[in-house]
């Protein structure tokens, strides 16, 4: 039992008035594929998908919606990891793949506005035309997009130097769930006028309302790049070498971590690359200086070298060329699609101070021995957040859905022991949400609800996520 109302045949016609015959969806193919997005293998079929184009066709829609107590779950491109896109309670899909459009890139001002639907990487290539730079890059940038990045406050390789999707928005205009279409800020950079809602929304995963527009603030685009793949015989080496780099004082624009494993898939994975990998190497950072000066960049690489030997590193890869550059980067982005064509898995989107990488990574294996699972580990080492992907293999179904939540809940406490927190760029969603408890005491979880409720009063937008 639910405290949602079906969809009856007269709502399905005022969708219809509303949006036009085309863009209402309930045909059993499109109720298939947008019951699902990339997290595991969970469907949850809506009763009907719905494509506006417009801020006041959101508003028309969340005003049925709200009024006869329909849940709403907004969605982007369904590559999410957390589930945050599934409508665990049927209702509507709000797919928001109409908003495409890139409304203006400001280059006196250092500013893009654009509409949620933009794919992560189109929006950058269209600012690096204009020789500005959008940073956050997320694995799946070539189809995630933009709304979606919002939602879980994405980060990706590059957050290490410049951090992660909420720097970079100044401004949202938002459909809230009870129809209204507000601002949630201005187009400054400097703003301490009333609450921060632009920030509250950042991360919301499309509780609080739908966004409809983004003004993003830009940067100059670094010109030139160094890409280093360094090899170690100890995993945690490699993870005690990353924290050595930033007291020397140098910060890379990426500093990627995979054990064997993750290489070795993803090798098998993607086609033409070949990578030679002696027997005794257990794991590799891939490490990306950025900047406007080769002989600056040179000489940060040759200190983070010497670094790297203090830790027994092995023979150090310097791509010579651009193709060898995006070779290393591909491998690199295609790991967590390679681990889920090897194995029934599901992957923990764990962060920790970046120090503490070595214990985390210890932690990981031994809670793994403990509860039978295999995982294999890679991600943004550089701030401290660990992809840890369970491997079902031969774990039995009471192995994998009665024993493994336990080890799960101890590899969150053990983040939040070493003063980390549950998910670093993934978010909560559906899959995450019975470890709130380790992260927040119960007066936090019930002011962040408290929070829900205001702007949701009937509790219908994307409702099931990220609270029991």
């Known amino acids: 039992m639910t405290p949602y109302n079906r969809i009856t045949p007269a709502i399905l016609d005022s969708f219809k008035k509303n949006l036009g015959d085309a863009n209402v969806l309930n045909d059993p193919d499109s109720i298939n594929k947008y019951g699902h997005d990339e997290t595991e293998d969970l469907n949850f079929p809506p009763e009907v998908v719905l494509k506006p184009v417009s801020p006041e066709e959101i508003s028309a829609i969340l005003l049925i919606c709200n009024q006869e107590r329909i849940p709403v779950t907004p969605r982007g491109a369904g590559t999410g990891l957390s589930g945050a896109a599934l409508p665990v309670f049927g209702g509507v899909i709000l797919s928001m793949e109409r908003f495409n459009r890139i409304l203006e890139i400001d280059e006196r001002n250092l500013q893009a506005t654009v509409e949620p639907g933009v794919i992560n990487e189109v929006f950058q290539q269209a600012v690096k035309e204009k020789g500005l730079f959008y940073p956050p890059d997320p694995a799946s940038k070539g189809s995630c997009f933009l709304g979606g990045n919002i939602a879980l406050s994405s980060g990706g390789p590059k957050a290490v130097k410049y951090g992660t999707t909420k720097e970079y928005v100044l401004n949202l205009q938002v459909v809230l769930p009870t129809g209204e279409i507000i601002w949630t800020g201005a187009n400054v950079l400097k703003n301490s006028t009333g609450f921060n809602l632009t920030q509250l929304m950042v991360g919301s995963e499309g509780m609080l309302g739908v966004v409809t527009k983004i003004v993003f ?252």
């Open 217 to 468: 603030r830009l940067i100059p685009l670094p010109q030139k790049t160094l890409v280093m793949l360094v090899p170690f015989h100890s995993a945690e080496k490699a993870c005690a070498s990353v924290a050595a780099v930033f007291k020397a004082g140098i910060v890379p624009s990426a500093m990627e971590f995979m054990e064997r494993d993750a290489i070795d898939w993803a090798l098998k994975f993607v086609s033409g690359i070949s990578l030679p990998i002696g027997e005794d190497v257990q794991a590799h950072l891939l490490i990306e200086l950025d900047g406007n000066d080769s002989d600056i960049m040179l000489g940060d690489a040759e200190v983070i070298a010497k670094l790297m030997n203090s830790f027994e590193c092995g023979e150090i890869l310097f791509a010579d060329t651009e193709e060898q550059k995006q070779n290393l980067w591909r491998m690199r982005r295609c790991v967590g699609e390679a681990v889920k064509s090897h194995s029934v898995y599901k992957e923990e989107d764990t962060v920790v101070m970046r120090a503490e990488l070595p214990r985390l990574l210890k932690g990981v294996k031994e809670i793994g021995k403990k509860y039978g699972f295999r995982s294999v580990c890679y991600g943004h080492a550089g701030d401290g957040n660990l992809h840890v992907n369970i491997i079902k293999g031969d774990m039995s179904e009471e192995e994998w859905n009665i024993e493994l939540p336990k080890g799960i809940r101890e590899l969150f406490n053990l983040c939040v022991e070493l003063g980390g927190t549950l998910s670093g760029e993934h978010g909560i969603g559906w899959v995450q949400k019975d470890y709130m408890d380790i992260a927040f005491t119960p007066k936090s979880l019930q002011l962040q609800k408290a929070i829900r409720d205001v702007f949701d009063p009937n509790g219908i937008m994307n409702p099931g996520k990220m609270f029991l």
